[in-house]
């Protein structure tokens, strides 16, 4: 495609593009929704997560599984057809969510209901890593970085969407067991619809170019093939640059996740007027975030084309670095919301960079295993920082010098980056 497929209208003038746009849409629309029901039958009960090492406990056993399955799907990625691995994912999603459904409609707890949940998210994996490995097949090189501000910009746009439907819906179902219950269900309804949008595709149009035979694979071979796309990725300086960057983003990332849910479940919690703090105010945080996202997707393509990845992600980390410590040590749920609103365009921003890197630098055969050590290292530093902070924080969530070390952190991961991508 020539320079008009690097617009947004040219992008979305390819019929491949728009149906597997349109399968993120739906897959992630259902996530929100799923993400919601969970959010309100655990993570958000006062009963169940009363202190920080209980909410990171949380937070753990839901993402744990993204790195756990990473290997095993970064492999697959590389030898099935990733169109079949979409179709079948959300078909298994659909019917799990049935099974977790009538988990929390019978009241089941513990370890049950843990382990359904885990399987959902488990899956999870193979579609947002399928969509990413997938995506250079519907579009050209001159146009990754757009591709990939509208794909993953709109994905989690329909995830909040997602989400704010079941809120919406709340009031009409009930927050019982039963509430919860019918919300899980409804995410279904997405999920059999993203599967019916790339049933469209050609079983081999997705990649990978070059389909193995074989489609049994026992664990050294799982290892072994995570292991090969670890060593492709960090032979490429700027790959490497790349993974390093966002990996010490999410631990940093985390350390804030934590630090806000706590301040809104207690510190802010007598707030009023426009910024109310508690859970509404938490949730005012998380749509900033949104806004953020979206304004990173419109802004980061252009200024990218001007100046290349390297300058604006050591921009983003220096801006961001530096705006967290200022909104933060002001404690305040208005400098919550603000600091919400930098995190989202800091996040994206560098994320954009790097899918776009990854996607350019790395060979097809080798792009779904290490887009899976991808995910594997943000879920693990993001888990990893969680647990570490809930040891550091106290419950009320004020600690201006772990604030401080966030804020240099994020100075520090400019400069590693510049350094590690400077010829």
């Known amino acids: 495609m020539g320079a008009a497929g690097t617009t947004v209208r040219g992008l979305l003038t390819r019929g491949d593009f728009r149906r597997l746009l349109g399968t993120r849409l739906l897959a992630q629309f259902g996530d929100g929704v799923l993400q919601a029901a969970l959010a309100?039958?655990?993570?958000?009960?006062?009963?169940?997560?009363?202190?920080?090492?209980d909410v990171a406990a949380g937070f753990a056993v839901l993402l744990l599984p993204y790195s756990l399955v990473g290997p095993f799907a970064g492999v697959w990625l590389d030898r099935w057809s990733r169109r079949q691995i979409l179709l079948r994912a959300n078909l298994v999603r659909a019917a799990l969510v049935?099974?977790?459904?009538?988990?929390?409609?019978?009241?089941?707890?513990?370890?049950?209901?843990?382990l359904a949940g885990l399987v959902v998210f488990s899956v999870n994996r193979f579609v947002l890593s399928a969509l990413s490995a997938g995506l250079p097949h519907t579009t050209d090189e001159h146009s990754l970085v757009r591709a990939n501000a509208l794909s993953t910009t709109s994905g989690s746009v329909a995830?909040?969407?997602?989400?704010?439907?079941?809120?919406?819906?709340?009031?009409?179902?009930?927050?019982?067991?039963?509430?919860?219950?019918?919300?899980?269900?409804?995410?279904?309804?997405?999920?059999?619809?993203?599967?019916?949008?790339?049933?469209?595709?050609?079983?081999?149009?997705?990649?990978?170019?070059?389909?193995?035979?074989?489609?049994?694979?026992?664990a050294g071979q799982v290892l072994a093939g995570m292991a090969s796309g670890a060593r492709h990725a960090w032979r490429d300086r700027p790959a490497r640059a790349a993974l390093t960057a966002i990996g010490l983003h999410?631990?940093?990332?985390?350390?804030?996740?934590?630090?806000?849910?706590?301040?809104?479940?207690?510190?802010?919690?007598?707030?009023?007027?426009?910024?109310?703090?508690?859970?509404?105010?938490?949730?005012?945080v998380v749509a900033a975030g949104a806004v953020g996202t979206l304004l990173a997707a419109a802004a980061t393509p252009g200024v990218v084309a001007r100046t290349g990845t390297r300058r604006w992600t050591a921009l983003l980390l220096v801006g961001g670095g530096t705006a967290q410590l200022g909104l933060?040590?002001?404690?305040?749920?208005?400098?919550?919301?603000?600091?919400?609103?930098?995190?989202?365009?800091?996040?994206?921003?560098?994320?954009?960079?790097?899918?776009?890197?990854?996607?350019?630098?790395?060979?097809?055969?080798?792009?779904?295993?290490?887009?899976s050590v991808y995910?594997?290292?943000?879920?693990?530093?993001?888990?990893?920082?969680?647990?570490?902070?809930?040891?550091a924080l106290p419950a009320s969530g004020v600690s201006p010098p772990l604030l401080g070390v966030v804020g240099v952190g994020y100075v520090l991961t400019a400069v590693l980056h510049t350094r590690m991508t400077r010829r």
Do not use: W
């Open 40 to 53: 309100g039958t655990i993570l958000f009960n006062p009963q169940r997560a009363a202190d920080p090492v």
């Open 98 to 114: 049935a099974v977790v459904a009538a988990l929390i409609l019978t009241g089941v707890q513990g370890t049950s209901f843990f």
């Open 159 to 218: 995830t909040v969407a997602g989400g704010g439907a079941a809120l919406v819906l709340l009031p009409l179902t009930g927050s019982g067991d039963a509430g919860y219950a019918a919300l899980a269900l409804a995410a279904a309804l997405p999920y059999l619809g993203s599967a019916a949008v790339v049933a469209g595709f050609d079983r081999a149009y997705l990649g990978p170019d070059h389909m193995a035979r074989t489609a049994r694979l026992t």
């Open 250 to 284: 999410r631990c940093l990332f985390g350390v804030l996740t934590l630090m806000a849910l706590l301040l809104h479940r207690g510190t802010f919690t007598a707030g009023t007027g426009l910024f109310p703090g508690g859970l509404t105010g938490l949730g005012q």
């Open 328 to 371: 933060g040590l002001l404690l305040q749920p208005a400098a919550a919301v603000a600091a919400g609103f930098v995190l989202g365009f800091v996040g994206h921003g560098v994320k954009i960079c790097v899918d776009a890197t990854l996607q350019e630098r790395i060979d097809d055969d080798h792009r779904g295993r290490v887009f």
């Open 375 to 391: 995910d594997t290292v943000v879920n693990v530093g993001y888990v990893a920082a969680l647990v570490l902070a809930a040891f």
